[in-house]
């Protein structure tokens, strides 16, 4: 009985945490989906590197917390956006496809701080640091 206790919390605890499909699911921030050249036009080297070398990505605590679309010229793209608590820092991963699901070629990626509005995200309703469960995750100053 406890080992399927332990089974189902795991699970559970799993399928929280957001983008665990795929690529997602290792223990490292998964930077190779993004093309080098998106990576150097939005100046996130460092923030790369920091996501790699200094993160536990596998303990990550957070969750997809809003998607939209933009309608452009060249074409339709989708943003997907996360919002996690790491060991390292509190981030917003937006995640730009020409595919709805979010599961094809990444084709433009954003950090911000979680902490901060975003223009990305439709309602305040839905930022993790407006919702009690995540206050214990922000950084106290």
């Known amino acids: 009985m406890t080992k399927l206790f332990v089974i189902i919390f795991y699970c559970f605890s799993h399928l929280l ?14 930077s190779y989906l993004i093309d080098n050249s998106i990576v ?6 460092s923030k790369i590197k920091m996501l790699e070398d200094k993160c536990e990505w596998a303990t990550r605590i957070g969750k997809k917390v809003d998607v939209f679309w933009l309608s452009r010229a060249k ?6 956006v996360y919002e996690y608590f790491l060991d390292c820092d509190n981030l917003r991963l937006i995640y730009w496809y020409t595919d709805p699901s979010g599961r094809g070629e ?11 509005d975003s223009m ?3 309602s305040k309703g839905k930022y993790l640091k407006n919702k009690k469960k995540y206050l214990m995750y922000l950084d106290k100053e």
């Open 17 to 30: 945490t957001a983008q665990n499909h795929g690529k997602f699911t290792s223990d490292s921030f998964p």
């Open 40 to 45: 150097e036009a939005r100046k996130l080297e």
């Open 75 to 80: 074409g339709n793209l989708w943003g997907h």
């Open 106 to 116: 990444i084709v433009d990626f954003m950090i911000e701080n979680l902490e901060d």
């Open 120 to 122: 990305f995200v439709t």
